[in-house]
């Protein structure tokens, strides 16, 4: 049975890649998910898998490298899912200390126990052993308003956030062990990613929440920023793909060929609210383009990212399955079924979760 060490699977795309990896394997893997439950980290993502006798949540800090340590001393690891970051632009503007130390030194330390584990005597690694880094597209920068303008795998690094440069500089370490030690890895550069269990600092949950409660709509700039909006579930389909059938050392480039403007965006989320809405419920009321506030932008936003996913189809076979029109109204379904959830999050009870379920395990 294959053992999996998921890093920040208690976020929105690891919880996701998680539900990903035990509907399609179910009791044919095992994985450990170590999380150190920042304000981004909710148990309450993982509640459906929490009880499987082949999953186990450590509560740990990727830059604690004794506890990393004791995760492989303990386990037989054959792939690692390295997702664990800090996330969020806008905090990285405002505090980018942590972003160096989770990103840059937790990915060092991460690397550095799985080479520990996996490094046979002559210098070569076990056969078989896997380890994945979860980037995104930030790392080259930002394009100009054109759309025959894109990212590829070979273009240049060129961060300009804090997150971002911190994501890039962490891709250059997995670069480097691969390079120098032959370490067995694969990087991939993914697009905006959206769908359940999505925190609601971002984007697309920030504004399905905001509208339907009647509360402002904050568009940074002139709203004509693009972002490329890939369905989270083919995001998680992409890096078991990558891990599986990619060739190692290699990146891949992850994107939902679906570029559109933050105001579209807007746009598209008010009319399926709309939609999706009962008759007579007081919500239809509230949703309203009244409600979008343009605000100060961003400082150093980023313009447009936009991502050619033309390796990842032509080597793996992999493409972005779920249009947006689908993966939005899917999403918007979610957050009308998981109104509890949304609201243990906006009250901050969601951290009371761990200590209610594993304190005393
Ligand atoms: P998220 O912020 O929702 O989740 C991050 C998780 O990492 C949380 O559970 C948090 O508790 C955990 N974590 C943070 N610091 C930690 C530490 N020091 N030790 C252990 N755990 C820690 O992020 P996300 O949106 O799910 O993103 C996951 C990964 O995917 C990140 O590496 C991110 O850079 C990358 N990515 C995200 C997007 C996107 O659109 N969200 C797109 C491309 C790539
Ligand atoms: P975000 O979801 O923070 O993702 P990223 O910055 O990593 O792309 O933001 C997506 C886009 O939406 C980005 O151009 C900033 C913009 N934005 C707003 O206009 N208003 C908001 O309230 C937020 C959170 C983002």
Redesign the pocket.
């Known amino acids: 049975m294959r053992t999996y060490l998921v890093?920040?699977?208690?976020?929105?795309?690891?919880s996701n890649y998680i539900h990903y990896m035990f509907k399609k394997y179910d009791n044919e893997i095992r994985i450990i998910n170590?999380?150190?439950?920042?304000y981004?980290?909710n148990l309450e993502n993982l509640k459906d898998v929490e009880n499987r006798d082949n999953y186990t949540f450590v509560k740990?800090?990727?830059?604690d490298k004794e506890a990393i340590r004791k995760v492989f001393a303990e386990n037989d690891i054959d792939r690692v899912v390295h997702?664990?970051?800090?996330?969020?632009v806008d905090r990285s503007i405002k505090n980018p200390e942590v972003f160096v130390q989770?990103n840059v030194l937790?990915t060092a330390v991460m690397l550095n126990c799985a080479k520990e584990a996996w490094e046979l005597p002559d210098g070569t690694f076990k056969e078989g052993k896997k380890f994945l880094h979860?980037?995104?597209?930030e790392v080259y920068g930002s394009l100009p308003d054109d759309d025959n303008a894109f990212f590829y795998e070979t273009s240049p690094y060129d961060p300009h956030s804090p997150y971002s440069a911190s994501?890039a500089s962490s891709d250059m370490l997995v670069k480097a062990y691969m390079d120098t030690y032959k370490f067995p890895a694969n990087i991939t550069n993914?697009?905006?990613?959206y769908g359940p269990y999505?925190?609601p600092e971002?984007l697309i949950p920030l504004i399905i929440n905001n509208a339907l409660q009647g509360k402002d709509l904050p568009v940074y700039g002139d709203g004509k920023n693009v972002r490329d909006w890939l369905y989270v579930e083919d995001h998680a389909k992409g890096i078991d793909m990558v891990q599986e059938q990619g060739k190692l050392f290699e990146t891949y480039n992850i994107g939902g060929h679906n570029e559109k403007q933050n105001i579209q965006i807007i746009h598209i989320i008010l009319d399926t609210l709309q939609e999706m809405l009962p008759e007579g419920d007081p919500r239809k009321e509230l949703v309203s383009e009244k409600l979008i506030k343009y605000v100060t932008d961003r400082k150093g936003h980023d313009r447009r990212y936009a991502i050619a996913p033309d390796k990842i189809k032509a080597d793996i076979g992999w493409y972005p399955e779920t249009c947006f029109e689908e993966g939005i109204k899917k999403t918007i379904a979610w957050f009308f079924e998981n109104e509890e959830w949304m609201k243990n999050v906006t009250s901050g009870d969601y951290q009371k979760y761990y200590t209610d379920m594993y304190s005393n395990k």
């Open positions: 890093t920040g699977g208690a976020g929105f795309i690891g170590v999380d150190k439950l920042t981004a980290g740990a800090d990727i830059c997702f664990a970051a800090e996330s969020h989770t937790g979860v980037s995104t597209d994501k993914c697009s905006n990613n999505q925190f971002k």
